[in-house]
């Protein structure tokens, strides 16, 4: 199974000077752990919950003006939508990370989180369970 077929294609964006506390209110809202941060329609890091408490909550910083540049992660780790999914749940193992943002000719067209991996996997067992289970009848070669 491909990055693609599990993706959200519904990517929430935000930019690099709005403040933590819209941030929140943005990541609440939609129920969504994360935000991709955009300068200049490009990629410029990501602002996920985690990011929020350990590098604003914990340091008492203010909510209304801190901007989610001082706190987001610059470094992203991307994946292309024609990748296996395994190679996704490798990469978020060996990166330490939940969320992959989907990247094709630098275009950012969907993400995929720890979770859209987990929920996949009950589609793939099926799958092979319904040929394992019920494999086609080979046809044969002289009657």
């Known amino acids: 199974m491909l990055v693609k077929d599990v993706m959200n294609s ?3 964006t935000i930019g690099p000077k709005v403040s933590v506390q ?10 969504i752990g994360s935000l ?4 200049n329609e490009e990629l410029a890091g990501i602002v996920t ?5 350990t590098k604003a909550v914990a340091e008492s910083k203010d909510m209304t003006k801190t901007t989610v ?3 987001m992660t610059k470094e992203v ?6 990748a296996d999914i395994e190679d996704a749940s490798e990469l978020m193992i060996q990166h330490h990370v939940k969320k992959l943002p989907v990247i094709f000719e630098k ?3 969907g993400i995929i989180t720890s979770m859209d991996i987990v929920a ?3 589609k793939m067992i099926e799958q092979m369970g319904a040929l394992l289970v019920f494999p086609k009848k080979k046809k044969p070669v002289a009657g």
């Not at 991709?36 to 300068?39: A, E, G, L, Q, R």
């Not at 780790?77 to 024609?82: A, F, R, S, W, Y």
Request: glycine share 0%; hydrophobic share 50%; net charge positive.
């Open 120 to 122: 996949a996997q009950p």
């Open 107 to 109: 275009q950012l067209i």
């Open 69 to 71: 540049s001082n706190i």
């Open 22 to 31: 819209e941030a929140a209110k943005i990541m609440s809202k939609f129920r």
């Open 77 to 82: 780790i991307l994946i292309k939508p024609d």
């Open 10 to 12: 519904d990517v929430k």
């Open 36 to 39: 991709i941060v955009v300068k």
């Open 49 to 53: 919950e985690r990011d929020i408490i």
